[in-house]
Each structure stands twice: as C-alpha cells, then as structure tokens.
C-alpha cells in the first residue's frame, strides 16, 4: 500500500481561495489501529480520520476523540464499491465537526487548488465563502479584471443559484466545480444584492492572477505616495511586493499606502515573509495549536523601508491579510484606515492524500503580536472610512487608489499628517546636530 502523502502546506484564506504545494510525506498511525488498510476506497477514509484525530483544532466543541475512534469503526466496517461511496462517507465524517474550513477535495477539486496556486484559471473571477449561520454563498470579492468584475459582481452579494441551479446546501467546492469551466462558455449566476434580485450571464476566461500593483501618486501639496494594492497572498506575492517596494523608493516615495481591501487571504508564510519586508523588529503572528504549542514568527531586521506606511482595509481583508495588517498595526508601524475586516483567525494545512484527492484542515488558530484573536471579530482600524454602496457601485477598478476612491483620500490625508509630523519631530531635533536645547526642551515649549 501507498502510503499517504501529506503535503504540509499551511494557508490562511478564506472559501475557494486556496494555494497548495507538496512538500512532505508521512504516515500517521492512530492508537490501536493498523496503518495499513488493504481496501483502496477504505485507505483514503482511514488517512483522512488519521489527519483529523492527529491535528484538528475543535473550533466548535463538536469533536469528541472517543467518539471519533468510533465513527472510525462505523465507517471502515461498512462496504465501499467505488471511490465515490467513500468521499461521500468522508464528507459525511467531517461534516459532523461543523467546521466549514475542514474538507475533502476530490482529485479534480484537489487538482484545481493547485492551479490556483500556480497563478492562472479558467471561470469567471469570484472569491466565495460559505456564511457559518445563513449557509448562503457569498461572494467575498471579485478577481480584478475578471468577467465577474465587469459585469458588476460586488463583495457580500449572495449567489443563490448557478444556471438556474438553486445553491442552498451547496459548499464552496460544489459551487466552483459549476462555475468553473471552459473558457469560453457561459455560467449564469443568480444574486440576491440587499432586496435586489440579478441574473448576470458571464463567459469563462483563462484568468491570471497577478498579486500586485503599485503607482506613485502625487498628493495636493507635492508629496510622492507610493500606492500599493495586494491582491492575494499567492506563491508570488512576496516577489511581487519586494519588486514593487524596490521600484517605488526608486522613484522616490516618501511614504506608503497599502491597500488590502478585499484580499481574502491566502499562504501564511507569504504575510509573514510580507510583514519582513515593512517591520525591521518586532513578533508578527503566532500560531496555537489544539495542544497549546506557539510557533512564533518574528521580522529579522530586513525591512525594504522604514518610511510612514498607511494600511487600507475592510471587510473583504480575511485571514493572511489580518495576519499583516495586525502584525503592522500592533508594532506601531502602521495606521490602518477603512473598516472593520472579516475575522477569519484559523489556520488550514493542505494533504494530498494516496489516491490524487486532498483535504484542508484547521490545525491552529493566529494571534496578533498583542495576542489578539481575531477569530469573528476581525480588526478596527485606527481611522474609520467607509464607502456608500452607490459609490462601491460606481467606482471602477482602475480608479482604485486615484482620487475618485474616497477610501483612499483618506489614507493619502492620513499618510501626509504622518509625514508631517515626523518632519515636525526631525526639525525639533536632529541628533546629527549641536541642537542641544531643542534636545532638552519639552516638545511645543521654547528653550531659554
């Protein structure tokens, strides 16, 4: 027998958004039990209950190791005829811990997580997530540029049906396998937006995924900002964000604002290697397992820049993009501006498992550097800037960061008080300087 393949890959992104690399092997063996079951459908239930009884974060106070011992006994005493018998059983077995990050993917779901990791695929454009309490799917943001962009498709509108297709009960998995295609065929979707009802043909297209943008603009009284939009914490998202930070000190930038507005998230180790290139010091997120152990990431003192940075968020920033924004607000580096984001705190692990299909699951939950778990509650930012729904309708991707975004006016007002201020504190003092009474004097009084 194969023995199973589990590929260690730890990501924090929220519905089909997902990244998936293999880079280990191993067998676990549960207490009492054989790692060896000669039935194939069988051999993949067996390492999908292994992972869970090893590894699985109850998030919900519905996992019991006795009773998962039995449900072990239940499902591997019964018949499997085909492979399909057994993903219904190993749905049925994970569908008891009520954990909608924790799933089975078949081999061509599986297979579809990794091509979103290599940056490209073939659909219309749209992040989903399953709402816990509604079960509705809701669209958590469209891909920039996509034909679901175009066509209008908004974050927090609710697909309720796919080609005529009614989604209630439906996962995120079912979902894309519907509105995933061939590019050049059409998927109508049916959303509900408030007490409006849309029905929106969209053709497919090969759609790329491209992590970052980045601009410099000029405020009203001369000062170089440099605009940067993340996207998604992709496999290149950290190249992306070195080159783009490299080019914009290149071009002059005398602060930054980066933009995580509905970014859903993606690989951990891609916010934290992120968070390394803004913090030169300081903790940026730490992991708690079921059993209490803390994997503590750290900057290594290799910030790209020390500038004033401005960060915009809102509720659309999940997961990876909680875990920078955090790190960046709770070390003082940052001003956060926008609203609240979405609370996603959970960690997922991708295996492969023997037979091409794969599963993610919940392993740990982060916390900020002050030990915030923002698991629900999302993060508040410093500055509350909110955009009316008319304006969200009219607002054009390309007019993101411009002066047309009232989001980003603010964080560009933001940012330009910041710099203020630090050249008012720089003329107070200079330590490369004589000005010993302006050393000594309290800020704001004279010297004698």
Same mark, same amino acid.
């Given at each position: 027998m194969a023995s199973p393949r589990a590929s260690m890959l730890v990501l924090v992104g929220i519905g089909a958004c997902a990244a998936t690399a293999v880079v280990a092997r191993e067998v676990v063996t549960p207490p009492g039990g054989s790692s060896r079951i000669s039935d194939s459908p069988k051999e993949v239930i067996d390492q999908t209950?292994? !992972?869970?009884?090893?590894?699985? $974060?109850? #998030?919900?106070?519905?996992?019991?190791?006795?009773?998962?011992?039995?449900?072990?006994?239940?499902?591997?005493?019964?018949?499997?005829? %085909?492979?399909?018998?057994a993903y219904e059983a190993i749905r049925g077995m994970l569908g008891s811990l009520d954990d909608p990050y924790t799933r089975f993917l078949d081999p061509r779901e599986f297979k579809e997580m990794q091509i979103d990791t290599s940056g490209e695929?073939? +659909?219309?454009? !749209?992040?989903?997530?399953?709402?816990?309490?509604?079960?509705?799917?809701?669209?958590?943001?469209?891909?920039? +540029?996509?034909?679901?962009?175009?066509a209008g498709v908004q974050p927090k509108d609710v697909i309720v049906? #796919?080609?005529?297709? %009614?989604?209630?009960?439906?996962?995120? /998995?079912?979902?894309?396998?519907? !509105?995933?295609?061939?590019?050049?065929?059409?998927?109508?979707?049916?959303?509900k937006r408030k007490a409006q009802t849309l029905e929106l043909p969209l053709t497919r297209e090969r759609i790329e995924l491209h992590a970052v943008d980045h601009q410099i603009n000029t405020s009203a009284d001369g000062v170089k900002v440099g605009y940067i939009r993340l996207k998604q914490f992709n496999a290149t998202a950290t190249k992306d964000m070195r080159q783009a930070v490299r080019d914009l000190e290149e071009k002059g930038a005398q602060g930054y604002v980066l933009?995580?507005?509905?970014?859903?998230?993606? $690989? $951990?180790?891609?916010?934290?290697e992120i968070a390394r290139q803004w913090l030169n010091e300081g903790t940026i997120v730490s992991t708690k397992t079921r059993d209490g152990i803390q994997d503590v990431k750290r900057a290594n003192g290799r910030a790209l820049t020390t500038k004033p940075m401005v960060v915009l968020v809102n509720e659309g920033s999940a997961s990876a993009s909680e875990i920078l924004s955090g790190a960046l607000q709770d070390n003082n580096r940052a001003v956060l501006v926008g609203q609240k984001t979405f609370g996603k705190g959970l960690v997922q692990s991708v295996r492969g498992l023997s037979d091409g299909s794969g599963m993610t699951v919940t392993i740990a939950k982060y916390l900020t550097p002050s030990?915030?778990? !923002?698991?629900?509650? +999302?993060?508040?930012?410093?500055?509350?800037?909110?955009?009316?729904?008319?304006?969200?309708?009219?607002?054009?991707? /390309?007019?993101? +960061?411009t002066k047309?975004? %009232?989001?980003?006016?603010?964080? =560009?007002?933001? $940012?330009?008080?910041?710099?203020?201020n630090a050249n008012?504190? =720089?003329?107070?003092?200079?330590?490369? %300087?004589?000005n010993v009474p302006a050393a000594v004097a309290p800020q704001g009084s004279s010297a004698p």
């Open positions: 209950w292994q !992972i869970v009884f090893r590894d699985y $974060l109850d #998030i919900n106070g519905k996992y019991k190791p006795e009773q998962w011992r039995s449900l072990r006994r239940d499902v591997l005493a019964k018949s499997y005829g %085909s492979s399909k018998e695929l073939s +659909g219309v454009g !749209i992040q989903l997530s399953l709402d816990k309490e509604t079960k509705n799917l809701v669209v958590v943001s469209p891909i920039e +540029g996509s034909p679901a962009s175009r049906a #796919i080609d005529g297709k %009614s989604t209630k009960g439906m996962s995120t /998995e079912d979902a894309v396998k519907l !509105i995933r295609g061939q590019a050049g065929t059409t998927v109508t979707l049916t959303l933009d995580l507005r509905s970014n859903p998230g993606g $690989l $951990l180790m891609a916010s934290v030990g915030r778990d !923002i698991h629900k509650h +999302g993060i508040d930012p410093d500055v509350t800037a909110k955009m009316t729904e008319l304006e969200a309708q009219r607002l054009k991707l /390309e007019d993101l +960061g047309k975004d %009232s989001q980003y006016r603010v964080a =560009e007002s933001t $940012l330009v008080k910041r710099l203020r008012s504190v =720089e003329k107070a003092y200079n330590p490369s %300087s004589a």
